[in-house]
């Protein structure tokens, strides 16, 4: 059973750059044919889905979140990243890492990391 476990500062000034990770354990992240996505919940809102790498490597984004978007990975450490610039107030969310079978949306996902919670305030 994989498990996901994110971490990050859990407090980012506005303009800002936030830096989050997702440790994979219990299954490697190269392995055909899943995606890993990075998913947002605001408070009192629904999940956003932001983006996601293939196992190949392969990069897919929210128009929305593109420009100021990047995830990536390290495959020897088993490590996903996601990093965001510029970062705004109404960003403030609990952030995700998940692990799915498509590149792109909330659906087929099957496994979920806790979540870490990002604020960002002055």
């Known amino acids: 059973q994989v498990q996901l476990q994110e971490s990050g500062p859990g407090l980012v000034k506005p303009s800002q750059t936030l830096s989050l990770t997702c440790t994979v354990s219990?299954?490697?992240?190269?392995?055909?044919?899943?995606?890993w996505s990075w998913i947002r919940q605001p408070p009192g809102k629904g999940l956003e889905w932001m983006g996601s790498?293939?196992?190949?490597?392969?990069?897919y984004y929210s128009p929305s979140l593109k420009s100021h978007t990047s995830i990536s990975r390290d495959n020897a450490k088993n490590t996903l990243y996601l990093q965001m610039n510029s970062l705004k107030a109404e960003e403030t969310a609990v952030y995700y890492c998940?692990?799915?079978?498509?590149?792109w949306g909330l659906g087929a996902i099957g496994s979920w990391g806790q979540g870490t919670q990002v604020t960002v305030s002055s």
């Open positions: 790498i293939a196992y190949d490597g392969s990069t």
């Open positions: 219990g299954g490697s992240i190269t392995t055909s044919y899943y995606y």
């Open positions: 998940v692990k799915g079978l498509e590149s």
